[in-house]
């Protein structure tokens, strides 16, 4: 079949070149709006939210008056993606050191005790900075503190679609209430702001107060050093998609494969699943590159060792 939308490439390279701060042409594009309280940052995966989320909250640490921060994910595993990080190195002022005491993306429930407990007295202790936790904690652990607590505080909420205008959305309701309760900063970060329901992510009159910074997949596809082209094509099938996708994926090409939002009726509702999934009916997997995160996988049939980059998992 042939490609319905064909698209070529300038490879400007840009999107992977650093400026002389160590940001990616997405984190500097974010960075220039580091004075704004509300920031909504959309951004494909593997674009570097993560790590534009260290460069604006540490500027906020250290010039804009805010004593803390709080990270929010969806899942734990997430978590590791703000471990600590070295910034200095590639020309920024400061490193990303959270205390490991206050890592919440632990093994246990999210809504436990302890992990409660140890939010409440972060954000009771003058000397510590960085929080990270699920929004199942940040919900469970808000339940015992007053808006005004959250004063002088940046709440960083990662794949931030997952909030909604419902009045039965808790997280929703959550930052409804600190934006109108306290001085407190807020920076969104998703790669689809878009739930796959008719609900929306916010109320328009919240949504008015972010400042919006936009990096689009053109953007980040237009500024690989290596990719000339992209095809899409069009295939029908029934039931799960994972159970037919070997019927139309030629892993002899260079292919994107962008799984459906989980939100979406075509979701499994666990991407990761999917992704393994996927890993398994090409082949067997021999080994993941530590530094680069590139898994290798032994091809069904012929034993072709192909790589692939797992962008579900944002790390970068």
């Not at 220039?32 to 309280?37: G, L, S």
Request: one cysteine or more; proline letters at 3%.
């Amino acid at each position: 079949m042939p490609d319905i939308v064909h698209v070529q490439y300038q490879q400007t390279g840009k999107s992977k070149s650093t400026n002389a701060y160590g940001m990616r042409e997405m984190q500097e594009k974010a960075f220039e709006k580091r004075d704004a309280q509300y920031l909504l940052l959309k951004a494909p995966p593997a674009s570097g939210k993560s790590r534009a989320l260290m460069f604006l909250a540490l500027d906020k640490l250290s010039h804009q008056g805010i004593k803390k921060i709080i990270v929010a994910v969806p899942e734990r595993s997430i978590g590791s993606s703000f471990a600590t990080t070295d910034l200095k190195s590639f020309g920024f002022f400061a490193n990303w050191q959270p205390n490991e005491n206050y890592n919440l993306c632990t093994a246990g429930s999210d809504g436990s005790k302890s992990k409660v407990t140890a939010f409440h007295n972060f954000m009771k202790d003058p000397t510590e900075q960085i929080l990270i936790c699920t929004h199942a904690t940040l919900r469970f652990a808000y339940e015992g503190l007053e808006e005004k607590s959250f004063d002088d505080t940046l709440i960083a909420i990662d794949e931030f679609h997952h909030v909604s205008a419902d009045v039965n959305n808790r997280l929703g309701d959550i930052i409804r209430n600190i934006m109108n309760g306290s001085n407190a900063h807020l920076i969104a970060m998703t790669g689809s702001y878009f739930r796959g329901d008719s609900v929306p992510v916010l109320h328009p009159d919240d949504e008015a107060k972010f400042t919006k910074v936009t990096y689009n997949y053109y953007q980040q596809l237009n500024g690989y050093e290596y990719l000339k082209s992209l095809g899409i094509g069009y295939h029908f099938y029934q039931g799960k998609y994972t159970d037919s996708i070997m019927e139309v994926l030629d892993t002899n090409k260079k292919t994107i494969l962008h799984i459906p939002n989980v939100n979406a009726g075509e979701s499994t509702k666990d991407k990761y699943n999917e992704v393994d999934f996927i890993l398994d009916a090409i082949g067997d997997v021999i080994r993941q590159d530590p530094d680069t995160g590139v898994i290798e996988v032994k091809r069904k049939g012929d034993g072709k060792i192909l790589k692939i980059a797992d962008l579900a998992t944002d790390n970068s």
